[in-house]
Structures are given as structure tokens and as C-alpha cells.
């Protein structure tokens, strides 16, 4: 019973760890800052566990008992949290907040909620492991007891590891997960106290399930209503429908920002997606030719940024290969955001792979790639804003072909800039001077595009060689003062695989740049 006990609390250990994150998410979001601070607080209340467990353990003449008091006060407070985080979540978050807005409020929410909910459970789970140890070194001696717990608690913590990513979120829900780990601590508590009637009060935490979840409809944006939430093993999704037909992707947090658009009776989804019709532009300014475009969109989603593409081509063929990480975000897409039939564009879709291992596998020669890759919705993947990566898409571009890059940090645009300015450098590593930005009209966006081997035209040029009916966004974003070219100076150091601090840098601008936006 007593390695039952301990790979039981190794297991909720993680499960609260884990799936605590995914709890927070549609409120606070899930950026690296906020996962470091589950981590840590979940650690401090370890070692913190383990510390006061140990004195107990000491002092204890019923260690049984105590152990038994500790496990069922750790479920009931699990039970708590499925019940009550919501609300306090709720609570805490003003209304008609925007994306630009929320940088203190969610770090400090976020901190809250993690000591309140997940701390003091993991305490107590902490505490019962030198309980366990006492109890079986009268039968096994210290050494091997303690050698035998830790095992069962590694265990434990493996399946609850494996458990959450692999069941938990795909198939029971977060929600349900936790309220199971609460029914199995306060079962374990019973069997150690030999009070096997009472185990039927274990079942009482599926009561927290009675309460309706807030967290779908978390921060929605104004006059939208849900159409369908999910949860991912990466985060949590929901569409939206506004009255006039209009659908967004959302992902965490949602607020006032989206991972894709859908515009009834309209080809131009808005936003920085218009402006990937200067992609084609840019990758054919020199070369006429009547062969198939071949293009990459890493990042696909739910595949706005298709039509402005195909736009740019006026009606010539492409061949385009989309890569989408997240396959929930693939299938809500399909269900409720349906691509617009495209008869030149050839599309196949492969979900549930990585942007930079995927393109590997791509043929030398391709026209355009898009990046358009965002991990907790905030930040570019660390791995995709390297010198390395970008010298990996140059070597798949054909001469003259064109990689197309959004940035959405807003912020100053200086040569020395901490993000901007070392991305530009990261990509003129491999693409030299051919590297250009342009702000996108009324949102925190920039679209950077870089050419391999040949120079990006004049804006003058580009202008001319504008599609009928482009949006007027999309010419304002060609403006000379909606445009940064030029090189960055070499001791702006780029981003490497090796040495990258990108995260830090995208949350500091972005936390320097909110008052600003608040202005």
C-alpha cells in the first residue's frame, strides 16, 4: 500500500504541474514566463513539502495516520482548485482588455492563482514521501524503503508525465483528469486509515465537475459567440462567430487577437494575412514564368493567408504544402473555417509535424515559403528565428525565391533594436542587404520578407504590379514610412541555435511596448 501511495503522489504531482498550465492558459496564457513560474512555484512547494515532511516524520508516533491526513488534504484541495479557479481567474481579469495590455496582468494573475491552487497541494503530496519511508523501514530498513519509494514515486510522475499529454487532454479533459487524481488521493488516504467505508466519500470531488467551466468563454472578444472549445496537448483552442458571419481561431488566452480569420463573401481575411500577397509579388518581379509556383507555409492553421497568396499569382498555378503543428487546430479549421475553392492552387496539408524538421524534406527550388509560426501565441518558436534556420530556408529557395516572415511584436524599429533589429541580423546571415519590413496598417504586425540572390524591387515597382481589388491596407503598407530596408550593423548580434536568448527579448518588448499601446 505504501508504494501505491507514493507513485500516486508522484503522479498528481505532475498531473497538477502540467495540467495546472492548461487551466491557466485560457486566462493567463501559457508563455514561457508563466510556465517558468508553475515550475518553480510547483518545485519550491517540493522541496518545501519535503523539508516539513521529514520533521513530521521525525516527531510523528502514527506516520500511517499522518500520511493517510496528508494525501486526502492533498485531494480535497485538487478537488478545489477543478472548482474553484475559474472564479478566481474571472475575478481577477478586467473586461475589454486588449492583447498589448495584458503583460502584468497575466504575470501576476497567473503567479496568484499558481500559489493558491497548485502550491499547497503539491506541499502536502511533498510531505507524505519521508512519512512513507518511516512507515517501511521497520520492514525493509531505510535504505531499501527509501530506494523502493522513490522508485514508485518516479513511477508515478512518468505516468503522470505521459498520462496528461497523451490521455488526459485528448481524451478526458483537464478538468476531469485532476478531479480523478483528487477521487484517488482521498481513495489511498482510506485504505491507509483501514477505513474502507469512509472510501466512498472519496467520490465526492466529481461534484467540482457540477460547476460549469468559464474558461471557454474566458476574455471573448466583444459581441462574439463560441462555437467550439478544445483542448490540445499544446493549448487551448476555440472559434468565435461575430453577427455578420465573421469566425476567429483563437488559441489561450484569446482576447483581442486570433490564429486565424474567416470573412463571409470576402477573399482578403484582413490583417497581416493581406500582406501575404506581396510574397508572390516580390518572389516574381524579375521572373516571369507560366511553370507552377511552388510555396511552403509553415504555421498554416486554418489557412487565411491562401487566398491573399494565390492573389498575388493572378491565376497562375501553385503548388502549396502546408505544415500545421497542432492537429486540433488542422480539424477545428476544417470544421468551421473551411478554405474558399481555389482552382489553381494545389494543396496538401500535413499536420502534426514541426516546421524546421519537416522542411528538410522539401525539395531544393521552391518560389516562397511563409513563416508564420507562434508558440503561446506570443512568441516566434526558438528554433525558427535562428541564423541556422533561416541558412536551412535559403538553401530551399530557388534564386529570386522569397521567404515571408510575421513578426507580431510591435516596438521600435532601430538597427540596434532587441528584437526586430537581431531578427533582420539573423536573416541577413544568410540573405544579406535583400531583406525588407513593412508595418502592417493598424495592428501590432510586421511582415518581413527576404530574397535569395537577388534584390527586392522598389516600392514603386511593387505598387504597379498590385492585383485588382487589393485592400487598401495592403497599399499603405507600402508607403516609404511603413517600410524599413537597409542592413543592420554587424555588432547586433543574431539569434543562434546555440545562444538564443529570442523569449526574453519578445517579452520585453512586449512588456516595454504596453503603455504605450495603452495610450
Not at 4 to 23: K, N, Q, R, Y
Not at 116 to 123: G, H, I, T
Amino acid at each position: 500500500m505504501t508504494l501505491l501511495a507514493a507513485g500516486l503522489a508522484g503522479f498528481a504531482v505532475l498531473a497538477v504541474e502540467i495540467l495546472g498550465v492548461h487551466m491557466l492558459m485560457p486566462w493567463f496564457g501559457s508563455s514561457s514566463l508563466v510556465w517558468s513560474q508553475q515550475i518553480g512555484i510547483v518545485l519550491a512547494a517540493i522541496a518545501l513539502g519535503g523539508w516539513a515532511g521529514g520533521h513530521v516524520a521525525r516527531r510523528s508516533t502514527a506516520p500511517q495516520r499522518a500520511a493517510a491526513l496528508l494525501l486526502g488534504g492533498a485531494g480535497v484541495l485538487v478537488a478545489l482548485a477543478v472548482g474553484a479557479l475559474d472564479g478566481f481567474a474571472a475575478a481577477m481579469m478586467p473586461d475589454a482588455m486588449t492583447l498589448e495590455e495584458s503583460a502584468g496582468l497575466f504575470l501576476k494573475g497567473s503567479f496568484a492563482a499558481a500559489l493558491l491552487f497548485f502550491a499547497p497541494p503539491v506541499f502536502l503530496l511533498s510531505a507524505v514521501s519521508p512519512l512513507l519511508v518511516q512507515l517501511r523501514s521497520a520492514e525493509r530498513g531505510p535504505g531499501l524503503a527509501a530506494g523502493e519509494l522513490s522508485a514508485a514515486g518516479t513511477l508515478g510522475s512518468l505516468l503522470g508525465v505521459f498520462g496528461s499529454a497523451f490521455v488526459a487532454i485528448p481524451f478526458l479533459g483537464v478538468r476531469l483528469t485532476l478531479a480523478v487524481a483528487a477521487v484517488a488521493l482521498l481513495l489511498a488516504a482510506a485504505l491507509l486509515l483501514r477505513r474502507l467505508p469512509v472510501a466512498v466519500l472519496a467520490l465526492l470531488p466529481l461534484a467540482a465537475l457540477a460547476l460549469p467551466s468559464q474558461a471557454s468563454h474566458a476574455h471573448m472578444p466583444d459581441g462574439a459567440t463560441l462555437v467550439e472549445a478544445r483542448e490540445s496537448p499544446y493549448q487551448h483552442l476555440r472559434v468565435v462567430e461575430f453577427a455578420d458571419g465573421e469566425r476567429w481561431l483563437q488559441m489561450n488566452e484569446g482576447l483581442d487577437s486570433y490564429q486565424s480569420r474567416s470573412v463571409p463573401d470576402n477573399a482578403w481575411p484582413g490583417g497581416y494575412y493581406d500582406l501575404f500577397v506581396l510574397a508572390p509579388l516580390y518572389a516574381e518581379a524579375d521572373r516571369p514564368t507560366l511553370a507552377p509556383a511552388r510555396m511552403w507555409v509553415l504555421g498554416f492553421g486554418a489557412g487565411s493567408g491562401l487566398a491573399p497568396l494565390a492573389a498575388g499569382l493572378d491565376g497562375r498555378a501553385c503548388e502549396v504544402v502546408g505544415v500545421e503543428l497542432d492537429p486540433a487546430v488542422a480539424e477545428l479549421g476544417a470544421a468551421h473555417m473551411p478554405l474558399r475553392p481555389l482552382e489553381a492552387v494545389d494543396l496538401a496539408l500535413v499536420d502534426g509535424a514541426d516546421a524546421r524538421a519537416l522542411l528538410r524534406a522539401a525539395e531544393r527550388g521552391l518560389d516562397v515559403v511563409v513563416l508564420d509560426c507562434y508558440a503561446r501565441q506570443f512568441e516566434i518558436p526558438l528554433h525558427l528565428a535562428t541564423e541556422e534556420f533561416f541558412a536551412e530556408v535559403h538553401d530551399k529557395l530557388r534564386a529570386g525565391g522569397v521567404l515571408a516572415l510575421n513578426v507580431g511584436l510591435s516596438g521600435s524599429v532601430a538597427a540596434g533594436d532587441a528584437f526586430l533589429g537581431r531578427v533582420r541580423r539573423s536573416l541577413q546571415s544568410s540573405f544579406g542587404d535583400a531583406v525588407r519590413m513593412h508595418r502592417v496598417p493598424y495592428s501590432r504586425n510586421w511582415m518581413v520578407f527576404a530574397r535569395r540572390a537577388a534584390p527586392l524591387p522598389d516600392l514603386g515597382s511593387m505598387a504597379a504590379r498590385m492585383p485588382a481589388a487589393v485592400p487598401v491596407e495592403v497599399a499603405a503598407a507600402l508607403l516609404p514610412g511603413q517600410t524599413v530596408d537597409g542592413p543592420v550593423p554587424a555588432a547586433v548580434a543574431p539569434f543562434t541555435d546555440d545562444r538564443n536568448p529570442l523569449q526574453l527579448a519578445q517579452l520585453r518588448q512586449w512588456w516595454e511596448d504596453r503603455e504605450a499601446w495603452r495610450d
